[in-house]
């Protein structure tokens, strides 16, 4: 096996070199230490979501991975690191904290990928998909009878030790492994692969190659097309190659180790490849060089907003082998009409310069469409909910006492429900377009809105809105609207913020 690693890396940080020092192809730049969530006022300053979202601390699970939502509320994790696989209990009592964890399965050889169907609990272990019963329906019955093997023997050891087994639309049990070393020729056709089986007989194997290592991968809603998420290969510099989104068709090579990104010969593999490369198939989409995609979710609950709705939401774990940092937050995938995929930024703020507080692994979606992201960096889960009205608020208090309220007048449920109405008016009359940093429209300056609740109050904000400052454009907005898009301005932290 010819293996180009890490060991001349590992070798030159031996000696005690900092990766300044480092020629920029042996960059080691990895996040050390953590493992408890920042405190609220760090993170509420930093973590950021989109306008008409809210994100808060749901719970804190040291080395959390993956996660499956059960119906009902509660959410399951894996820690494969302890062998375990947990259920963190439904908020139950309101507080917008998970009512607390209990383990449902422990001494597994590093559980990693969970799924949940026709009344199984599916747990891909490091060389092994088991099954046991599990009742959603019934939360204190847990799982019940015993471990059943439903594929043994998938390759082991080596790099990229996760698994991740999902049951797909077709009832199949797809497996993704991914490769044993950075780049090398695998021995074993089952690495750097998907795999599909049977969840009965437990017969399959091959469904896919070329895939270095697809941690993440899910079923497109409405096409039923299945995409995987791909970290590109390391040690060939800053900016390359891109990390992939591949579309997964059975029998496609994704070129992994003789190419990367689209069909670009491999440096160290490539030479005298030209007919596998040219017969692999291109990622979708590529995302930016090391920023390893882990988890990806497609949203299909009714109550995310249309722009969301149908989208995908990518976890982006962070670079390690990158002078300066890159990554280390949660993206949105939008499929346009052409088939050209946009990438947005969803939840960020974990990576400020070089300094990182959380490094997302994976997302999950309930049927409230309340979202979910695991940080194995922090040992947290945090859990975004639509709607600016929670008591969830993202910021901080403000350091020093807390400011007069200026939606003070308003109960609870009719200031939600107008910052949702207020929150659709943003979005229909594209407000982003000159007000969002991060998603603002080509060629413009965006203008922040910032710490708008010290400067206005409701009737003063629904009024700047009907007669602006130019170049603020004036838009056509009934009174009722107008106080409804101050309202959403007003309450919620992410907006007011800007
Ligand atoms: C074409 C660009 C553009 C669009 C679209 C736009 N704005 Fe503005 N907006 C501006 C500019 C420029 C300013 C700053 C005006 C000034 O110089 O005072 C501004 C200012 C504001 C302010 C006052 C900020 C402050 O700190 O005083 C608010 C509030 C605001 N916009 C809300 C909105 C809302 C709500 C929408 C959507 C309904 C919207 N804007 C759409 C360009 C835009």
Redesign the pocket.
């Known amino acids: 096996m010819r293996a180009i690693g890490l060991g001349v890396a590992l070798v030159a940080l031996g000696f005690g070199a900092c990766r300044l020092l480092l020629p920029e192809r042996l960059a080691v730049n990895v996040p050390m230490g953590r493992g408890s969530p920042p405190s609220s006022d760090v993170f509420g300053g930093r973590i950021q979501v989109p306008p008409g979202f809210s994100i808060r601390l749901w719970a804190e699970l040291p080395r959390v991975r993956f996660l499956r939502p059960v119906p009902g509320g509660d959410l399951l994790a894996s820690v494969p690191r302890e062998g375990r696989v947990v259920r963190l209990l439904a908020d139950r009592d309101g507080d917008g904290r998970s009512d607390g964890s209990e383990t449902l399965l422990a001494d597994l050889d590093r559980p990693h990928g969970l799924d949940l169907h026709g009344g199984w609990l599916y747990v891909a272990e490091t060389g092994a998909v088991r099954r046991i019963r599990f009742d959603p329906a019934d939360p204190a019955a847990g799982v019940s009878g015993a471990l059943e093997t439903v594929v043994s023997g998938l390759p082991a050891g080596g790099n990229h030790w996760t698994r991740t087994a999902r049951i797909g639309p077709d009832g199949g049990l797809y497996v993704s492994v991914g490769s044993s070393c950075n780049v090398c020729e695998e021995e074993d056709p089952r690495r750097a692969a998907m795999l599909r089986f049977d969840p009965e007989s437990g017969r399959g194997g091959l469904y896919a190659r070329g895939l270095r290592n697809a941690v993440g991968f899910d079923w497109r809603p409405g096409t039923g097309e299945l995409y995987a998420t791909d970290n590109g290969r390391d040690l060939l510099g800053d900016d390359f190659p891109p990390c992939e989104l591949n579309r997964v068709v059975e029998g496609g090579d994704y070129g992994w180790p003789v190419a990367n990104g689209d069909r670009i010969p491999d440096p160290d593999l490539g030479a005298g490849q030209k007919a596998r490369i040219a017969a692999s198939l291109p990622p979708v989409h590529g995302f930016r060089a090391h920023n390893a995609p882990l988890g990806i979710t497609f949203l299909r609950s009714d109550a995310q907003p249309a722009g969301y709705r149908g989208a995908a939401l990518v976890a982006l774990h962070g670079s390690w082998n990158r002078t300066r940092k890159d990554g280390y937050k949660v993206v949105s995938l939008h499929w346009g009409e052409s088939g050209r995929i946009e990438e947005r930024d969803f939840v960020w703020g974990f990576l400020e310069g070089e300094n990182v507080i959380g490094r997302p692994v994976d997302v999950a979606e309930l049927g409230d469409g309340s979202i979910f992201v695991s940080d194995d960096y922090a040992g947290a889960v945090y859990r975004i909910t639509r709607g600016a009205g929670e008591a969830v608020s993202r910021t901080a208090p403000a350091a020093g006492g807390a400011r007069s309220d200026p939606l003070a007048a308003l109960a609870e449920g009719e200031r939600r429900a107008a910052a949702a109405r ?1 929150s659709a ?2 979005e ?4 982003a ?3 969002d940093p991060r998603d603002h ?1 080509p060629g ?1 300056v965006p ?1 922040e ?4 609740g010290a ?2 109050d409701l009737e003063g ?1 629904a009024s ?2 009907a007669a ?6 004036a ?1 056509d ?1 009934t009174p009722g609207e107008r106080r409804d ?2 309202v959403s ?1 007003l309450a919620d932290g992410v907006r007011a913020d800007r």
């Open positions: 207020g008016l943003w229909r009359h594209a407000c377009g000159c007000h429209d413009v203008v809105l910032r710490d708008l400067r206005y904000l700047y809105l602006p400052t130019p170049p603020m454009p838009f907005l898009l101050a301005l």
